[in-house]
């Protein structure tokens, strides 16, 4: 779940750009398509937005909601003013999240075929408890000096000042919520702290900077994880109010550098690094016991491609012979990819999949890979599909077997004829769906009263029977369905246990468990119901497929330096009755269930033990009457403090209207200014209008003879009106990024007061009015790109520009550009180069539009009637070091860039009564060397560095600083 976090992640973006929407678009948000009917529920402590079809579903949120309120609340002693969520049921995505940007939380309604997500408990269940605790975060913040930043400034200065507090604890407290206060939850799921125990059990335990601040060689565990130790150690030393105490003291005076470790210390006597290196030696030494008296089973890896040097998976083994088997590669220098594997150590890429839809499991039959993959809406960013495809090993034919479908795991039948599938409906309803794996269609789908969850959908060798992992309200066991008449026999005893991966072979079914506390692969027998332990790794075995011959059964182990497929004799006289099996589980979490007075309500508000509710009344959601929604306020000053604003910033919940008003100061000038901007995007096209009026002045000299002493000053008002469409468009259907962009937009400038004798060609100046047009159009298609890579290693990219004065009037101008880019691999792996090319031409009228393409770096612009102009980048990473520089930068990455930009600009001009064609010529080299690093211990990654520029015409060397911005 991303809960807050993409907003936390573009916060620094959005108040760096406050200053500047008055003349900007507004961003395009995701939007649903316009169809949808909206509905709500009134609660005593929420408001449920749904859309139509989803009544049942919305009246149980809600119910959810309202039972774990004063639960989750408890432990931060803070009850939340009434929140509005919104349950989204057009994405395929499953997710969650908080913003205050406007105040709410979105709800995915997608239950995650992950099984390490969301274990054993009922996907919204989850989302209610978890989404919830960051609410309850969130609104411990209003005390103390951030709430009068709050009263002042609204929810943007309000989620600034929660910026010191690290994202680790966020999500780290909310994971230790969820187990606490339920019977599931990651804190209970051995495969959510994997990383982190292979890490510490291999020796390689990270400073905290780099546990928080990441790298680009090793695996380092995410925040979620990092933060439920961290967070869970200290409640279980210092009591549950322990964060509470915390939180009190750093938000009441959060403006020093670092007030959230030191409101840490006097909370409890240590700094967040002692808390980290206290928290890890603590988990440690539990992994290392359980780890003692561990009867491993030997299994042989096989040899790949990838070293021990960056963190690599390979995931997912399925057989095509006795000796090979195909893969997903992944990791820090590799995007996702299919490979062919051997045990002689040979590796060969099969292909690159799209935006692929991870189940957690792959199926491959009959020499073809099956797997699902997003398919994102071409205009609306919520609607996103999920589709299956087919790639042909013989042929290397790729089959989109369905569209515009909903199915979030497929897996082809032995034979090939036919796939199954979990559908899940925008109604929230779960099936099995039989499809004929060569024309997509549905040949059946198999009713399922209960809406029970299905997850990893696997075909016996009979091609008739199914066996599938079920999730009941009780818990989970494996069922074998027959997918003619649907008749189904639960193979197991429902439990508790988080069971996945089932694999059916003769008269067993392979699953994994976390029976030991570790998880491993188990086989049942289907004849006589025992269950064994067939595989005891050291950290963890997922997974399982047998060999064509039934002589070997493959999985992928763990490593710290990924994942990596192993193979073992399929012997079952050496398999452990799971009666025999030692329970090693760590239960680091225990301490809290004490701490949680309201869990036992929680589990039996999960398990519907608790006495029905009415249904909460039903409404009509307007999207009109609720289009205004004002969620920022108050003055923001520039980073130079040249300038600032006083304004208000508007969304309304469905993230279709966005409304910004204000006044600005320039200081530089001294002049005030007005504007507004609308942005309506819940059609296909999105509309725009903005306006603007205020002032402007300026100081400029008349004559150019010397001496230069004819300085003349003039203040002037202006009025400034932009209006018009814009359609982004979303193309992505492979490996590749694709999306595209057409805009149009009227331009009014009306300028009165306007003294001066000369006026620039750029400005309206005297000539009081222009009226213009604007028209814009763009392309964009890039592969995908791993962490390492510094850019597109293939790649194009067009856009074109044509700006003119249909009007007429006094001002006339036209400009028409294109520009376009091409991405090449470099030398080494993670190099890109960049070619690009842009051609302008301008009328020569009265009035001179800005540039409309690249010019070269160091060098002023000159306005030309035709410009030409070309460049050659070569991106390259020098080093991933982790450096610290004391508790305030951490540099994880040095880049550097080589770059040769040129230009010819040519001009005909009226010498003595005659046209002449000028021409110029500009030619600029130059290097930049940036720093990806992180300061203050904060989780979100910038870059910057410096810009050498050699002008070659000129001989000037120019060193600039450089900020790139957000590093990640």
């Known amino acids: 779940m991303a809960s807050f976090e993409i907003m936390r992640y573009w916060l620094p973006v959005f108040l760096l750009t406050t200053l500047s929407a008055a003349a900007q678009t507004l961003p395009v948000l995701d939007q649903n398509p316009p169809r949808l009917h909206w509905y709500q ?25 309202e039972q774990v309120y004063e639960p989750v609340s408890a432990t ?47 996907w919204l269940d989850l989302l209610a408890v978890h989404e919830f605790r960051h609410v309850v975060q969130y609104d411990k913040a209003l005390q103390g000096l951030t709430r009068l930043a709050y009263t002042v400034f609204g929810n943007s200065a309000f989620t600034a000042l929660t910026l010191g507090v690290p994202d680790w604890f966020w999500e780290g407290d909310a994971v230790g919520t969820e187990t606490a206060l339920t019977l599931g939850g990651r804190g209970r799921i051995p495969n959510f702290d994997l990383g982190m125990r292979a890490n510490l059990l291999a020796g390689k335990r990270f400073r905290y900077p780099k546990a928080v601040g990441g790298s680009y060689r090793d695996n380092v565990p995410n925040h979620y994880v990092l933060g439920y130790f961290m967070s869970t150690y200290l409640k279980r030393t210092y009591g549950s109010d322990a964060w ?170 032995p034979d090939g004829s036919r796939v199954v599938a979990v559908r899940n409906d925008e109604s929230y309803q779960i099936r099995l769906v039989i499809l004929d794996a060569q024309t997509g269609q549905e040949l059946r789908v198999l009713d399922n009263p209960e809406n029970d969850f299905y997850g990893q959908p696997r075909w016996q060798d009979d091609n008739r029977t199914l066996v599938v992992v079920t999730r009941t309200k009780a818990g989970k066991t494996i069922q074998s369905i027959d997918s003619e008449t649907n008749i189904r026999r639960d193979l197991m005893p429902v439990s508790g246990q988080n069971i996945s991966h089932p694999q059916p072979w003769k008269h067993y079914v392979f699953y994994n468990s976390p029976r030991s506390g ?44 990924g994942y990596r497929i192993a193979e073992m004799p399929l012997d079952p006289s050496r398999w452990t009755p799971v009666g025999e099996v030692r329970d090693g589980t760590v239960r680091y979490f225990g301490p809290l269930i004490s701490q949680e007075a ?46 600032g604003t006083v304004g208000l910033r508007s969304q309304d919940l ?18 005030v200014n007005y504007y507004g901007n609308l ?94 047009m604007s028209y814009a159009a763009s392309y964009s298609r890039t592969l995908k790109q791993s962490k390492r890579d510094v850019g597109p290693r293939w790649g194009q990219a067009v856009s074109a520009v044509w700006r003119n004065t249909p009007f007429g009037g006094k001002l006339t101008g036209d400009l028409w550009a294109v520009q376009g880019s091409l991405y090449f691999p470099g030398v080494g792996k993670h190099h890109s180069l960049r070619l690009r090319a842009g051609y302008q031409q301008q009328m020569q009228g009265t009035y001179r539009f800005a540039p409309a393409v690249f010019y070269p770096r160091g060098q002023s612009y000159v306005s030309y009637d035709q410009l030409m102009a070309g460049s050659v980048e070569y991106r390259l990473p020098l080093l991933n070091p982790h450096w610290s520089i004391g508790r305030w930068v951490y540099i994880q990455r040095v880049k550097a860039t080589g770059f040769y930009d040129a230009a010819q600009g040519e001009s005909q001009v009226l010498v003595q009564g005659q046209n002449r064609v000028v021409t110029d010529q500009f030619y600029t080299t130059g290097l930049d060397l940036s720093f990806v690093f992180n300061v203050m211990r904060l989780r979100t990654p910038f870059e910057a560095g410096m810009r050498t520029i050699y002008n070659l015409k000129t001989g000037e060397l120019l060193v600039q600083p450089l900020v790139i911005g957000l590093g990640f």
């Open 244 to 413: 509470s105490k915390a939180l009190n003291r750093y938000y009441r005076f959060p403006l020093y550098p670092f007030s959230f470790s030191n409101s840490v210390k006097k909370t409890t006597n240590y700094r967040i690094e002692e808390l980290y290196r206290r928290s890890m030696d603590d988990i440690e030494e539990s992994w290392r016991k359980q780890q003692e008296d561990l009867h491993l089973t030997g299994a042989v890896t096989f040899p790949v491609t990838a070293s021990g040097k960056v963190f690599t998976n390979y995931q997912y083994p399925q057989y095509i012979s006795d000796h090979e088997v195909i893969a997903l590669k992944s990791g820090l220098g590799d995007i996702a990819q299919f490979v062919r594997l051997n045990r002689n150590g040979m590796e060969s890429k099969v292909m690159v999949p799209g935006l692929y839809n991870n189940p957690e499991m792959l199926s491959v039959a009959a020499g073809k890979i099956c797997w699902t993959e997003f398919r994102y809406d071409v205009r609306f960013g919520q609607r996103i599909q999920s589709e299956i495809k087919l790639f042909d090993l013989k042929s290397r034919q790729l089959k989109r077997l369905s569209s515009h479908s909903r199915y979030s795991v497929a897996s082809l039948s």
């Open 518 to 561: 570790i998880d491993n692969i188990y086989a049942i027998d289907t004849q006589t119901g025992q269950s064994y332990q067939v595989t005891s790794r050291p950290l963890g075995a997922y997974h399982p497929t047998v060999s064509a011959d039934g002589q070997k059964l493959s999985f992928h182990d763990f490593y710290a330096e």
């Open 598 to 643: 309201g869990g036992t309500q929680v589990r039996m508000a999960l398990a519907d033990s608790l006495s029905p509710t009415m249904d909460f009344p039903k409404k009509r959601f307007n999207r009109l009457l609720n289009a205004v929604n004002v969620y920022s306020w108050g003055p923001v000053v520039s980073s130079d403090g040249q300038s």
């Open 679 to 772: 942005s309506y995007q819940g059609l296909f096209p999105i509309i725009d209008l903005g306006f603007q009026r205020g002032q402007r002045s300026t100081s400029v000299y008349i004559d150019r003879r010397a001496p230069l002493d004819s300085l003349r000053s003039d203040a002037w008002n202006y009025n400034q009106l932009n209006a018009g469409i814009r359609i982004p468009l979303q193309l992505t259907t492979s490996k590749y990024f694709q999306s595209a962009s057409l805009s149009a937009y009227y331009n009014l400038q009306q300028v009165s007061g306007y003294d001066l004798p000369v006026r620039p060609i750029t400005e309206v100046g005297f000539d009081r009015v222009l009226h213009g």
């Open 41 to 65: 529920l009134q609660t005593p402590h929420f408001r449920v937005l749904y859309p139509t079809g989803f009544d049942q579903t919305a009246q149980q949120t809600a119910r959810r909601l």
């Open 76 to 122: 931060l002693q803070k009850r939340p003013r009434k929140l509005s969520v919104v349950l989204q049921n057009q994405t395929m995505i499953s997710n969650g999240f908080v913003t205050m940007m406007p105040r709410r939380s979105e709800f995915f309604a997608i239950p995650s075929q992950d099984p390490f997500l969301a274990g054993n408990l009922e």
């Open 654 to 671: 469905l993230s279709t209207t966005q409304i910004d008003l204000g006044v600005g100061y320039d200081q530089s000038e001294r002049t």
